[in-house]
């Protein structure tokens, strides 16, 4: 299993930035991916997460609105769109991916920290 993030950078506050994880080594179709964020100081939390078995689609509160994940899955890819962006979105950006079978009858968040697959990170900055 291989995941490979992208797209992170420098961004002024309100703007958008496009983040891309290409996964590899798996049935991507089978799987869920999800987006995590770990700020300077902080812990890890989720983000948002796809199931590409059925199509599933979850973006925290905290994003909720501003931030959008989708898939191809031709492409093996998943994206997450992010606008309005703010200095408290800073933070490296992490895909992670599990069976989707999973992710039934637990918090989401939990198979992806407990048994994921996980890339190297993006490094997100916004400025004020």
């Known amino acids: 299993v291989q995941l490979v993030e992208s797209g992170g950078g420098l961004v002024q506050a309100g703007g958008s930035l496009r983040l891309s994880c290409v996964a590899s080594?798996?049935?991507?179709?089978?799987?869920?991916i999800g987006w995590f964020r770990q700020a300077p100081g902080k812990g890890r939390v989720g983000v948002s997460y796809?199931?590409?078995?059925?199509?599933?689609?979850y973006v925290e509160a905290s994003v909720k609105g501003r931030f959008t994940i989708s898939s191809d899955n031709a492409k093996n890819t998943v994206y997450l769109q992010m606008n309005k962006l703010q200095p408290d979105d800073t933070a490296v950006y992490y895909c992670?991916?599990?069976?989707?079978?999973?992710?039934?009858?637990?918090?989401?968040?939990?198979?992806?920290?407990?048994?994921?697959?996980w890339g190297q990170g993006t490094r997100v900055t916004v400025s004020s």
């Open positions: 992670a991916a599990v069976e989707s079978g999973a992710l039934y009858g637990v918090a989401w968040f939990s198979p992806f920290q407990e048994v994921g697959s």
């Open positions: 080594g798996f049935d991507f179709d089978d799987y869920a």
């Open positions: 796809i199931n590409n078995r059925d199509g599933t689609t």
